[in-house]
């Protein structure tokens, strides 16, 4: 079945600082979102991105579906983007998202 | 307006004991998901309803079981509490094409269980 990795598991950065999140998937899928999971647990929602490149703000994000990974770039990081960030796939055909197992974010003032 | 709701928040019972969950999706919505999320972060698809019918289904032991009402709502309920049942669970929901859709979801707050 399909396999989600996230990587780094985990990251450590200087507020102010530059990041990217990585997400690779191991078969095609047709829907791919991000997540943030804030230190009080809620699931936010980042982008719905099962191709090509968005921007919101400080974020963006790009999935190169045929290359099967999709990247989270944070730029001028803050304090308040600390938490984890979950990637979820899903194949064609398909009800069933998998979830990546995390990039554990923290930002330091 | 809150889009997706979970009821209750927080939820502290005795092992052996039988609870519910309720989730209620005010976005006009036709699939709800529940998932759970273990102690280590690990998110897991359970149960999916799409039009109030079953669509997935998940290793789940029988004692978890979904019902839904309407195309809004989404229960779950447990029997006979585990203390491994103790876990934060969200409900979730999208809006589907045919023929499985590309409907992005949307999640509750979640509702952390604790078994004692």
Known sequence: ?109 | DTAVSQTPKYLVTQMGNDKSIKCEQNLGHDTMYWYKQDSKKFLKIMFSYNNKELIINETVPNRFSPKSPDKAHLNLHINSLELGDSAVYFCASSQEGTAGGVGEQFFGPGTRLTVL
Request: a positive charge.
């Open chain 1, 1 to 109: 079945g399909i396999q989600v990795e996230q990587s780094p598991p985990d990251l450590i950065l200087q507020e102010g600082a530059n990041s990217t999140l990585r997400c690779n998937f191991s078969d095609s899928v047709n829907n791919l979102q991000w997540f943030h999971q804030n230190p009080w647990g809620q699931l936010i929602n980042l982008f719905y991105i099962p191709s090509g490149t968005k921007q919101n703000g400080r974020l963006s994000a790009t999935t190169v579906a045929t290359e099967r990974y999709s990247l989270l770039y944070i730029s001028s990081s803050q304090t308040t983007d600390s938490g984890v960030y979950f990637c979820a796939v899903r194949y064609s055909g398909t009800y069933k998202y998998i979830f990546g197992t995390g990039t554990r974010l923290k930002v330091l003032a």
